[in-house]
């Protein structure tokens, strides 16, 4: 809710009483026993099939396919109207079989395997849901799944997806008051909680390893004050900046893919500032970008001879001898960084295993591999132990009248150290969410969408509330 004014929170409550006697209308109207296939078997699963099966007015059937058969029986069996079944979603006929049988499918595979799982969903004309941002390859499909009727909604997670919902609220609303946005500034990061961050890195792996350093790998487009920027490709690292947006916390961010196709997503053209990006924990970038340097993100075969990461270390960086610590220290020392900065990436990649002499390399196909399976290894969540989630939204508004306005919407959630992780649930959930409604029929149009549009994001929210799930928006004139 906005604390702008009282009236617009009076207004906010009735809106969303009327969205909820709609809801319900709807519901009631609307089919059950409706067959949802649910492709994959990772964290945001669970809590995905958990409201489903449990809170879900719609009362579908429920199908986990997976190549992991034990894990999704495991979760099966914890749930009514739920069965797991081997699913290979590289084999085609396999899936063009699963698909066939279902009224809509929901994939949590990889992102590289979704235009396969969409084209497949196109061809038997049944509608589809995913958390992943819409790549490329997808968007190439929006013209086909028009044609046959096929509703296919991206961006339904947390980021992207939860934070669609908030920034759309809030442009919206700025512009049926008659105003523009100036600037749009938005960072989201999953992190330990406070009392779990004391490691290396501060940081803790809540998905895969590779893919949160392969991400940090990639380029972003972003704008600042009117000047567009293109950052060096795989030097994303080097971009990190301190955010003072949660003043309690000491974090840094950097920015995250191309910002600027959500001018026209979010229908902010003109806007000055365009920037989103990813937070996490001082210091995190500093030691990405030495092992970024040090060649430990590299796809290359793992040194022969690199039996233990000491070894290992020292022959990547070409040192004579097996003294990983001398290694590293003299390369960090030719490379600028200053005496403070080497004692905390030395003390750093030390804590994580990576300059041990007893320490074995995992066997792995790439020194990249190898560093990410010590990674998981030592940066693991353990029993009762809670991460967290950031997102907050800066946005400049300005006025007719030529005056502006700063308006923040920010959300944090810890994780249930007895349930899901906090990321689990704030991706899960809005997916779930985005399945009821497609199978209501809420969601209007067909073809590759994200969730932007006034009459999705709005009871999508409603519904995120209702669970504990909000944002907190302020507004405050800008000082002129």
């Known amino acids: 809710m906005f604390r702008a004014t009282r009236a617009f929170q009076k207004s906010t409550m009735l809106r969303a009483a009327s969205r909820r006697a709609l809801s ?31 809170k879900s007015e719609l009362a579908p059937t429920i199908t986990l396919g997976s190549n992991d058969p034990a ?42 395997l979704h235009p396969d799982v969409a084209r497949a969903c196109i061809n038997r004309k049944v509608n589809m849901v995913t958390t992943s941002y819409v790549s490329p390859a997808m968007e190439e499909m929006h013209d086909d799944a028009v044609a046959a009727g096929v509703t296919i909604l991206n961006e339904i997670g ?31 990061g999953g992190l330990p909680a406070a009392e779990a961050s004391f490691v290396p890195l501060q940081y803790k792996f809540s998905w895969s390893p590779k893919g949160v350093l392969l991400a940090g790998l990639s380029q972003a487009v972003y704008r600042e004050d009117g000047v567009d920027h293109t950052t060096d490709a795989g030097k994303l690292f080097n971009y990190d900046r301190p955010m003072d947006l949660f003043p309690s916390l000491n974090i840094e961010g950097y920015p995250n893919r191309n910002s600027l196709v959500y ?21 995190f970038c500093k030691v990405m970008r030495a092992m970024q340097s040090m060649g ?20 990547v960086l070409n040192a004579s001898g097996s003294d990983a610590r001398a290694a590293a220290e003299d390369f960090l020392k030719t490379g600028g960084a200053s005496p403070s900065d080497i004692r905390y990436i030395l003390d750093t990649l030390d804590r994580l295993g990576l300059l041990s002499d007893t320490e074995p390399v995992p066997n ?35 006025w007719p009248d030529g005056s502006e306005s700063d308006i923040s919407s920010t959300f944090v959630r ?67």
């Open 24 to 54: 319900t209308t709807r519901i009631s109207a609307a089919a059950t026993g409706q067959r949802v296939l649910i492709l994959g078997s990772g964290n945001v699963v669970s809590p995905a099939v958990e409201y489903l099966a449990e």
């Open 71 to 112: 894990t999704a029986s495991e979760l099966a069996t914890k749930y009514k109207r739920v069965t797991a079944a081997h699913i290979d979603v590289t084999d085609n006929a396999a899936l063009d079989a699963a698909i066939a049988e279902h009224d809509l499918v929901v994939s949590l595979v990889p992102w590289k």
């Open 158 to 188: 947390l980021d992207p997806g939860i934070d669609h919902l908030g920034a759309m609220r809030v442009i919206d609303d700025v512009k049926d008051r008659g105003g523009r946005i100036k600037s749009f500034v938005s960072f989201c």
């Open 263 to 283: 001018e026209s997503v979010y229908g902010i053209e003109g806007a000055d500032t365009i920037l989103r990006g990813t937070l996490r924990f001082k210091g």
């Open 296 to 315: 430990l993100f590299a796809e290359a075969s793992v040194p022969a001879g690199g039996t233990n990461w000491a070894k290992c270390v020292a022959s």
């Open 364 to 398: 792995a196909p790439s020194v990249i591999d190898a560093v990410c399976s010590q990674l998981e290894k030592k940066l693991q969540y353990g029993p009762g132990e809670r991460d967290m989630v950031l997102l907050s939204h800066q946005f400049v508004a300005s």
């Open 414 to 480: 810890c994780g249930d150290p007895n349930g899901h992780t906090a990321m689990a649930e704030t991706v899960g959930i809005p997916c779930a969410l985005g399945v009821e409604h497609v199978l209501r029929g809420t969601v209007s149009g067909a073809g590759v969408i994200r969730p932007v549009d006034r009459a999705l994001y709005k009871p999508l929210l409603a519904d995120l509330e209702k669970l504990g799930i909000s944002m907190i928006e302020e507004e405050r004139p800008r000082p002129m």
